[in-house]
């Protein structure tokens, strides 16, 4: 269990893969392009307001990003009992939500994200289509979380560029 402090985390936000992956050059949500609006997302990662959970953290194979998040000193949330516990009712009510397959689109990460969200009561930030089924805004909505994309954040911020 983990232990209780009189101060609140700082935690407000969990990122998902497609999120911190959108700033790459071929992206939507390209650095080169974008640079204020990641400028002010390196702030809430270096301040603690967004995380990652381990599994998420582990699926980013880029390099230059995973460079990135450790010179931010980005906080990577462990798995626990009680992540383990939200994990089980996630694949439980929504088994397709986890494929060991290479082509289904879905990764054993999100059920991840979404027990670190549920358990800290975070908001998800993805860039996950919100009309498909088995993706994680469909799970979130299902489970009352809150999910936004990199747009949603920067108006939830009041970010002006």
């Known amino acids: 269990m983990e232990q209780l402090s009189i101060f609140p985390t700082p935690y407000r936000y969990i990122i998902d893969t497609s999120a911190i992956l959108s700033q ?4 939507l949500h390209r650095r080169t392009v974008h640079k204020s609006q990641w400028e002010k997302i390196d702030e809430l990662i ?7 959970c ?7 194979k880029d ?7 450790t010179s931010l000193s980005c906080k990577v ?13 996630i694949v439980t009510e929504c088994p397709k939500l986890i494929s060991f397959t290479e082509r289904s689109g879905t990764s054993s990460g999100d059920a991840f994200l979404i027990a670190t969200a549920m358990k800290y009561n975070l908001v998800i930030i993805t860039e996950e289509n919100k009309q498909k089924a ?11 979380l809150e999910c936004i994309n990199i747009l949603e954040l920067c ?3 009041h970010w002006v560029f």
């Open 63 to 69: 390099e230059e990003i995973k460079k990135l998040l």
């Open 24 to 27: 790459k050059p071929n992206e």
């Open 155 to 157: 108006e939830r911020e």
């Open 46 to 52: 270096r301040d603690h307001e967004i995380v990652m």
């Open 54 to 60: 381990s599994e998420i953290y582990d699926e980013v």
């Open 77 to 89: 949330i462990e798995i626990d009992d009680d992540i383990q516990k939200y994990v089980r009712k």
């Open 134 to 144: 088995n993706k994680i805004p469909q799970v979130c909505q299902k489970f009352n």
